[in-house]
């Protein structure tokens, strides 16, 4: 059975950065491509990045490119997305979404973290 | 940009069948995968690869493709499936490759 637990709310001001965890247990991160999705207020869920095993490489939505890293310390099976010079609408839930039945290009993301929510006032 | 359009709702009568489509240019030459999601909770998948069913959801819950539009149908129709569903594809077509939402679609059990 696997879990991915994230990181608790963060409030933050415009112009700073954010970083999200995403501990993974019932698997280890080496078997996982994960991805990151987020959700402002109201409104859809926006893919921000992930690994794609088709490639063998992260991919960053264009909009993110140059203020999003995805990281991953695979000794503790922790995934990390950093967000940096936030705006106020970058306010969101953000998720880390996996598959663990295999590459999410052909079996979508079966696995998703609670979310956490991070607001930029300020 | 790759664009995939829903209906922004749909409404329909507890037992009733519910269809909420899904259109786009590269859809019908990559897969489609759909999510539920109420209020206040992650997203669920409930059909992958167009017409498979992860473990756990209803066999009421089937997808479908015919050219350019997918669709999600929801038979029998119960209250607990009030929600917003998303539609997702791959969209390796474009210059850069990414996945790609729907806007979502609310359904609504009168």
């Known amino acids: 059975q696997v879990q991915m637990v994230q990181s608790g709310a963060e409030v933050k001001k415009p112009g700073a950065s954010v970083k999200v965890s995403c501990k993974v247990s019932?698997?280890?991160?080496?078997?996982?491509?994960m991805h990151w999705v987020r959700q402002a207020p109201g409104k859809g869920l926006e893919w921000m990045g992930g690994?794609?095993?088709?490639?063998?490489?992260?991919i960053d939505a264009q909009r993110f490119q140059g203020r999003v890293t995805m990281t991953e310390d695979t000794s503790t099976d922790t995934a990390y997305m950093e967000l940096s010079s936030l705006r106020s609408d970058d306010t969101a839930v953000y998720y880390c979404a996996t598959s663990i039945v295999g590459a999410p290009r052909y079996y979508g993301m079966d696995v998703w973290g609670q979310g956490t929510t991070v607001t930029v006032s300020s | 940009s790759y664009v995939l359009t829903q209906p922004p709702s749909v409404s329909v009568a507890p037992g009733q069948t519910a269809r909420i489509t899904c259109g786009g240019n590269?859809?019908?030459?990559?897969?489609v995968h759909w999510y539920q999601q109420k209020p206040g909770q992650a997203p669920v998948l409930v059909i992958y690869y167009d017409s498979d069913r992860p473990s756990g959801i209803p066999e009421r819950f089937s997808g479908s493709k015919s050219g350019s539009t997918a669709t999600l149908t929801i038979s029998r129709v119960e209250a607990g499936d009030e929600a917003d569903y998303y539609c997702q594809v791959w969209d390796s077509v474009s210059d850069h490759s990414k996945w790609v939402f729907g806007g979502g679609t609310k359904l609504t059990v009168l």
């Open positions: 590269n859809v019908g030459s990559t897969s």
């Open positions: 690994f794609d095993p088709e490639d063998g490489k992260k």
């Open positions: 019932g698997y280890t991160l080496n078997e996982l491509s």
